[in-house]
Structure formats: C-alpha cells, structure tokens
C-alpha cells in the first residue's frame, strides 16, 4: 500500500524553525521527483519547494527562498523540509507529494503548522 505521510508540525512562534519530515512506504522514493505543498484556510493549494531525483536540483517558491530548504534521503525512503525565519502567512496544513507521471501522484494527509504573530 502506497503511504506518504507527514510529521513534524506544530504551534511555533514568528521567527521560530520547525522541521517537517515526510516517510514513504509501499514505494521507493529514489525514481521520483518529491515536493512539499501547502494549503491555508480559504486558499488554493500552492507548491513550496521540489527537490528532482537525487537531489541534484532544488527549486523554491519566492516566498521560501532563504528561508526554507528541501531534502531527501533515498536510503530511508524521507523527504525533508527546514524551515526558518517563520512568518504568520507560513501557518498551513503541509502536504508532502511525490509525483511519478499521469495516474502516479501521491499525497500525504498534510500536518498543520501554526505560527504566531
């Protein structure tokens, strides 16, 4: 059975840093290009980072860069994303996706992070 599923999230404070992790199970990781994603409430869900296989190319959003950064460790079948310097307009459910081609795309349930202004 094909999982992703996320952890890591939680209440942090403006400025503050929280990792999310993401496992994988039922696939391996390491064929396919993995990214972060994340929707507020009232918002459409945007993607934040994408990390190619390997991890030989890493892109950001405009409103992450420098702030966060995406990695993954094909060995434990994981993706990562450290984020610093949070910001209020952070504070969303964060989804973890690996996308494979049309009919492979698989989602996490997402972990919530607050920040407080």
């Known amino acids: 059975q094909v999982q992703l599923v996320e952890s890591g999230g939680g209440f942090v404070q403006f400025g503050g840093s929280l990792r999310l992790s993401c496992a994988a199970s039922?696939?391996?990781?390491?064929?396919?290009?993995m990214s972060w994603y994340r929707q507020a409430p009232g918002k459409k869900r945007e993607l934040v980072a994408d990390?190619?296989?390997?991890?030989?190319?890493?892109d950001y959003a405009d409103f992450v860069k420098g702030r966060f950064a995406i990695s993954r460790d094909d060995v434990k079948n994981m993706v990562y994303i450290q984020m610093n310097g949070l910001k209020a307009e952070d504070t969303a459910v964060y989804y973890c996706?690996?996308?494979?081609?049309?009919?492979?795309?698989?989602w996490g349930q997402g972990t919530q992070v607050t920040v407080s202004s």
């Open positions: 996706n690996a996308w494979g081609g049309p009919g492979t795309d698989y």
């Open positions: 039922g696939f391996t990781i390491s064929t396919f290009p």
């Open positions: 990390i190619s296989t390997g991890g030989v190319r890493r």
